[in-house]
């Protein structure tokens, strides 16, 4: 984590002094999805997908790479049922993000918004998460 916000989390921006820092929008909880859904068809992870080398990632939006795992997923013959993420985050308080961030995410994979669970934990102010050094999706 990095000073200087806002903490992009699940396709919105969530208003914090500190942001993830990546070679694209560092949206951790977009990647997990990514990967989850990659996963999901034996596909290749999202760092092989998006190098973090290529110059045409740098900065992407991770709604971008939401859209190409879907792709892939219907390619496969495979619809999503629901999916479900846990963030690991001492700070912010992600209880108001919670709702618009399963929506948006909804909306990026053409979900009903009861498809999509999302928690939110704190790290108990222990190790990485709780020393507000990271965030874990």
Not at 8 to 22: A, E, N, Q, S, T
């Amino acid at each position: 984590m990095a000073d200087g916000g806002p903490l992009r989390l699940g396709g919105i921006d969530v208003p914090h002094d500190k942001h993830l820092v990546g070679h694209s929008d560092a949206d951790a909880v977009l990647h997990a999805i990514v990967d989850a859904l990659m996963g999901a068809i034996a596909g290749p992870d999202i760092g092989e997908l998006f190098p973090d080398d290529a110059a045409e990632n740098a900065g992407r939006d991770s709604a971008e790479m939401a859209a190409v795992a879907l792709e892939q997923v219907a390619k496969a013959g495979f619809k999503i049922a629901n999916l479900d993420v846990v963030i690991r985050a001492q700070q912010p308080k992600l209880a108001p993000f919670k709702t618009p961030m399963r929506e948006r995410i909804a909306e990026l994979l053409g979900l009903d918004t009861m498809q999509v669970g999302l928690k939110a934990k704190t790290g108990e102010r222990v190790g990485p998460v709780g020393r507000e050094e990271a965030l874990e999706t």
